[in-house]
């Protein structure tokens, strides 16, 4: 993806970040995202820490990674054992943890934030690390739903900060969403797209609207199937079938809400339809409102759209 703004920047501000090659990465966040990144980023010879609030987190998110890595390795070393246990092995070997990133950030090329997503908490966190970490350092967010230049407009290094959008499960997900904002520079957008391709992903170049890509299109389509149930054009077992035998999809709308969460769901939609209150795919769902208030989120709560067996 070429940026107007990439041919001002290469003169001046990306010179930081030329030909980074990045080797040691920093995940924020040990939730399932983070840990699945730190992953796949340890897997393929990568230098991690994973950064998080307190140890017991960090225990709970690397017990996670090695669980996962033993049923890739069974898959993927069948025949092999001992080479499976050599590769996990190593690849828990590059992994390590922190709860002090402002010292894990002194030696990292690239963060990568996983955290909540909620604006605020994460430009604090950018705001205290652009001070501690090294002028090369690039900054990317896995935000789904929040703007890049509003998390990077934090923090001092506006060329070296970009999106890494990630999908559930990281392990098992081929792609990564990559963004760059009006500032990003090239040569930082070309070092998280290396980066991803370097994991083994299939990078796509995105800007930095709205849902980007996947979720920008995923996101309405979701909602529209909701809004059709509202007005009583079909029964949500219906329209899951339709879409699941009609247009080939793995899962229907209803089943894709309840796995990603109804209240994520939600609160990509809030955030939208304040950013365009006039735009009717960011309309809301009294349904989807009231199963939320109702605490049934789907299948973390047992209870959404469906009841979870």
Known sequence: MAFLSHQVCRGFCSSAVRNVVIKQVMIVGGGQMGAGIAQVAAATGHSVTLVDMSDDILKKAVKGIEGSLKRVAKKKFADKPEAGEDFLQKTLQNVSTSTDPGSAVQGSDLVVEAIVENLKVKQDLFGQLDKAAPAHTIFASNTSSLPISDIASATNRLDRFGGLHFFNPVPMM?????????????????????????????????????????????????????????????????????????????????????????????????????????????????????????????????EGFYKSN
């Not at 930082?188 to 170049?205: A, E, I, M, R």
């Not at 920008?216 to 879409?243: C, F, N, Q, W």
């Open 174 to 302: 081929r792609l990564v969403e990559v963004i760059g904002t009006s500032a990003t520079s090239q040569e930082t957008f070309d070092s998280l797209l290396n980066f991803s391709k370097s994991l083994g992903k299939t990078p796509v170049s995105c800007k930095d609207t709205a849902g980007f890509i996947v979720n920008r299109l995923l996101v309405p389509y979701t909602m529209e199937a909701i809004r059709l149930h509202e007005r009583g054009h079909g029964s949500k077992e219906d329209i899951d079938i339709a879409m699941k035998l009609g247009a080939g999809y793995p899962m229907g709308p209803f089943e894709l809400a309840d796995y990603v969460g109804l209240d994520t769901l939600k609160f990509i939609m809030d955030g939208w339809s304040t950013l365009e209150p006039n735009n009717p795919l960011f309309a809301q769902s009294e349904l989807l409102n009231k199963l939320v208030s109702e605490g049934k989120l789907g299948k973390k709560t047992g």
